[in-house]
Structure formats: C-alpha cells, structure tokens
C-alpha cells in the first residue's frame, strides 16, 4: 500500500528490472558501510541515495579565501539559516511564515556557509512538525559525513552495559568483544588520528599520528592530570598517515579548512562516504548507484510479509519506480530509516514494516549541548602566534561522572570537545572594543590567548520520547513527514548544571582565568547525534532489531544506522555506527550464502 498518490513509472537510468541481492537505502556512514562490506563480499547492490553526487572538491573549496568570495562565504541574501531562538520561540515547521527563498538549519550560520549550501536541506522542502528540534539533514551523495565534525570514539562496556551498572533501560544485545574487531577494521580501513590513553570507558583506536596539542590545551591536560581526568588530543577520523589501499584519499596536510567552516575536507584525509566507502565499492564491479532516488517505501510480499524491494520517486522528475532485491538494508539515518518503515505499512505489517512491537519511532535518544566554558591563558597574551588552526581538531575530555562512583542528582556521564590557540579568523576581534592601530594591537595580542570548551552529555532513551508520521504534513515530493514528540527531562537538565560547574572547577584547577560560563541547554536536536527509535534488543516485544540489526518481524530487512543504538552514551556516534553496520553486513552476507534470508 502506497501512502502517496502518484502514477508508478517503470523507466529509470538503473537496470529496475534486475533482482538485485541488496538494496541499500542511503549512502552516509552506514549506507557507505552497508555497501563496502556487501559488494566486497561478493553480492550485487543497488544504492539509493536521496540527493545529488555533488562534486565535493568543487562545492567546498577548502583553500578559498574569504576575501575571493563575493560575499566572503557568507549564503546570499534570500538564504536564512534558523537561529538558537528560532528553534524554541517558533514551532516546526520552521521555514513557515518566514521571508526567504531558502531556510537551512542552524549549522548553515556558521562561517563560510555559502560551501555547505547545496548538502543541507532546505527546510522548506523538507518540513516536519511537533515539539522543537533542531534537525540537522544532509541529502547529497555521503549525507552528513561530507561535513561531519570528525571526532571519533568508541563506546565501552559502561556504555553497552549502562542497564548493568546503573540500573536504568535496557543493555544492549551485544559487548564490546563482539563490536572492538569491527572498530580495528574501520580505524585500519578508514585512518585514525590520536593518542593512547588507556582508558576502559573510552577504549583506544589503531590510531595513526596524532594531532599536536598547543600550549594552553597541554596546560589545561596538566591541570585535569591531578583532578585524575583526562584530556586527550582530539580522535579524528582523519588519516594523518595516508591510507595505501584508497586512492581517493590523501593524507592530512594540516591545513585546518574542515575546522573554519560547517566541515568537509576537499583533498578527502578526513573520511567522507564517497571517497572512503563508494569508490572503492564501485570499483568491484557489484555495486550500482541510483542518485535523486527518495526511498518511500519498503514493498513486502503479500503472502510472506517478506521485504521485495523499495519504492522511490526521483527528486528531480518526481516520477516513480520500484527496484526489487533480495534484501533491503535502511541506512537513511536515525530519523529518516524510522520514517521510512512508519510509512511501509502493508496488511501484515499495519503499523509499518518491523513494527509489531509497536517501538519503532520510541525509546528516542541523543546528546545533550550547550553548557561549557571560555577562558585565557595569561602566559599567551602578546606572544608570537603560532599555527594553532592547521589541524582537523582541537581536544577531548573524556567522561569522568558516575564511572565507579554514583552522582547524587544523575546517572550516566558527558565529554567535553574544545580546543584553543590561533585562528585564522580570531574569535576575539568581534567582542573587542576600540578602533585604529589601539584596536588591532589588542586583537593580536590576545588572539591564541582564549581557550574554550563545551559538553555532550547522554539524553536517556525513553519511550514517551518518539517520532510518529504527520497525518496531513507532507514534503515537497508528497511524502508524509515526521513529527516530534521529543523533551529533555529531568536527569538531563541536572547533568546540565553539573557540566557547567565542571567547566569552570576545570579551568580553575588549571590556572585559566575564566572569562564566561555558559549554563543554557541548546535546543533539542543541536548535536547532530539523534539514535534510537529502532532499538536492538533480544526480546522482540520490546525490540526492533536483533543484535545484527536485523528486523525481528522481517528476516530480509535490516537497519544499519544510528536507529538501531539502544542507548545514547555520551561519545560521539559515527565510528560506532560503521562498526555495527560492519558486522551486521559481515553476518547478512554470510546468512545471504547460507540461504537462510
Ligand atoms: C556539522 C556536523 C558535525 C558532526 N560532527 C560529528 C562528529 O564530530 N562525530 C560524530 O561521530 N558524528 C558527527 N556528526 C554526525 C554524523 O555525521 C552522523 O552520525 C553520520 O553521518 C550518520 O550516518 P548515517 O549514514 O546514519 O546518516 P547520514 O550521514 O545523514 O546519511 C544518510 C543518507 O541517507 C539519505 N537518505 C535520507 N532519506 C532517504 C530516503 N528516503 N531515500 C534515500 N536516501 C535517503 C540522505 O540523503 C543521506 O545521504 C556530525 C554531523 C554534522 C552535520
Ligand atoms: S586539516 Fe586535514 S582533514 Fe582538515 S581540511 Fe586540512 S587536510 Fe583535510
């Protein structure tokens, strides 16, 4: 049953009349992965991305000036990216009412927006509805890791096992043994950037050359070393070292450029989809791509129930087609994998396909922002400067809450990302008063003096917190959309005052003069990290997947991205991501051989 209305066509510029092994739907991390693993294993997969193959190096131009651009990076006038308050004093969908041709999320203010313009969505195409948030989309060919922020960490055992230690929600299906072989083969394959620190709640990469801290951010690890925390030079995924089996790939020149804009690196060190995944999957020969091909539904057979193929409507001509394969893998990310099955509904699968345990949309989580510090090194005011910028990342501070011991007011923990030194476009010029040669000689001579910080703290999965479809709303290609019925609650809003607190006692320990503390929550939404809302789990009344990502209801269908995570943690979730999708792929190609899909 189709929940759209629009005349089925049967050309496309793919062979659709082929049966293909797998149809993968997405081509971010997960999707990327899903085709990597299944083509190198032999099985012939077609890929349907939503948007365009944008030629990156072209659209992001890493080395440009800002002054060789007509509006130095600024996106032209009739473009509005929405603004923190935006977010809480209007309600989605928030590109209503507003004046502008184009509306994009909040990361589209960042400096030199104009470069990311064409990979994140328009809003007005791409509504959706309910209580705030902040949703951050990409559609192009590589999704969001064609600017993704880079900061790589693995999860641990406190993070696959919270319910063990804390008592609270469910552990996952499955430890850290069955997933650390899966993060060495995407550290191995894809490049690493740290330094061992040997920490079990945020275990160690393969890492190839780390980056270099600067002077304040040694002092400020100096300070947290007696405090028994750690800062640790930023886990990029980068390679640093080169990476001999990629082509496409060069190795980290240090240039900075994916750190002064929303992302993207145009020579490809730091990991994108396409050049570290696609390319390579192309070259075997087995893996057809199918670009402006929006998913919309998962076609069953009537009889079995069994997933056949996957319904699309081209972006560009809106017209309709089916593609039929043996196994469908969704990869379209968190919110849009989960919309996708919302919409497959069928007469065996009346709440969507792989929804019997009615959780599919529920059990919603992410990271919560916003609260973090600014201070300076009085040691670096006047100092020569330094190339501080030339690097994909400043730091980590790894979680140091409720690992042995247990907080009065929260459970589970937050990381801090932060960095300092010099920058090409000095952050303090704009806060800076004066005018004339009094003004430039202030500007200079604290820049690379400031040194700041913010948390990412765990949001608990809860299943009151959930996306569901829109009944009326619909997108630009007649497709429902979702809506959101998603709050922080309590235990967030207490780790909240306890990240700011911490932020602060940090940087006092360390001899830094605190100049701001910053105590407000950010929007749902604002981290970038939504997951949950299909969870893993053993028992299929309160799970959607198996501990392969593999639907419980339809044996034929799986779902390889961040939907799938039982719990939030508070590390960043990419690498996680592509190692489960690594190891669930490795077992669908297996039971795929065997006969048993
Ligand atoms: C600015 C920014 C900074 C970030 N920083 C970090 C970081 O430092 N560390 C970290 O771990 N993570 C970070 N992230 C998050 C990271 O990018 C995501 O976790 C990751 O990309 C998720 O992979 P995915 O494959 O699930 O989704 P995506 O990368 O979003 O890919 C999904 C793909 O599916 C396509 N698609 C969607 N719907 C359909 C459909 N109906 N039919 C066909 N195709 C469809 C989309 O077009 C897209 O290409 C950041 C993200 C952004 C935007
Ligand atoms: S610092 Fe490295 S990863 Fe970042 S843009 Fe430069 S080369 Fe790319």
Known sequence: MSLIQIKRQRK???????????????????????????????????????????DLDKELKSTEWPYEHRRRGEMPPDAHALIPNEYTIR??????????????????????SDYSKNIV???????????????????????????????????????????????YGEDWPISYADLAPYYDKVDLYLGISGQKENLPHLPDSIF??????????????????????????????????????????NRCYGRGACNRRAG??????????PTGLIYPAMDTGNLTLRTNAIA???????????????????AETKKTYEAKAKVVVLAASTLESTRLMLLSKSALHPNGIGNSSAHVGHNFCEHIMGPGVAGLVKDLVGKPHTLDDGRPGGFYVARFRNLTDRHADFIRGYGFEGGSGTTMFPGNAMGTTGFGANYKKQVRDYAGAFISMGAFGEVLPRYENYVDIDPEMKDAWGIPVLRFHYKFGDNEKKMAKDMADTAREMFEAAGIEVVGVEREILTEGWSIHEL??????????????NQFQQSHDVKNLFVVDGSSHVSASCQNPTWTIMALAWRSCDYLADQFKKGNL
């Open 121 to 167: 969505v328009d809003e007005r195409d791409h509504p959706y509805t309910g209580t705030n948030y902040a949703w951050v989309r990409a559609r192009v060919l590589g999704g969001k890791t064609t600017i993704w922020g880079r900061l790589a960490l693995r999860l641990s055992d406190l993070d696959f096992k919270a319910k063990t230690h804390d008592g």
């Open 264 to 273: 993207g690196c145009d020579i490809h060190a730091a990991f994108d989809s």
């Open 12 to 54: 496309s510029d793919v062979n659709l009349k082929q049966v293909y092994d797998a149809i993968v739907v997405g081509s971010g991390a997960a999707g990327g992965m899903a085709a990597h693993v299944l083509t190198s294993k032999g099985m012939k997969v077609l890929l349907l991305e939503a948007g365009k193959k944008l």
């Open 296 to 314: 919309y539904e998962v076609t069953v057979d009537k009889n079995t129930g069994k997933a056949t193929g996957v319904a699309f409507v081209d």
């Open 208 to 249: 190839q050359r780390p980056t270099k801290l600067n002077f304040a951010e040694v002092k400020l690890r100096q300070g947290l070393k007696k405090m028994n925390r750690v800062l640790t030079p930023y886990r990029a995924g980068v390679t640093t070292d080169g990476l001999k089996h990629n082509k496409y790939r």
């Open 91 to 112: 309600q989605p969908p928030y590109a209503k009412g507003l004046p502008h041709k184009h509306v994009y999320s909040y990361v589209q203010s960042w400096g030199g």
């Open 532 to 545: 949950g809302t299909a969870r893993m789990g053993m028992d299929k009344k309160t799970a959607v997947l």
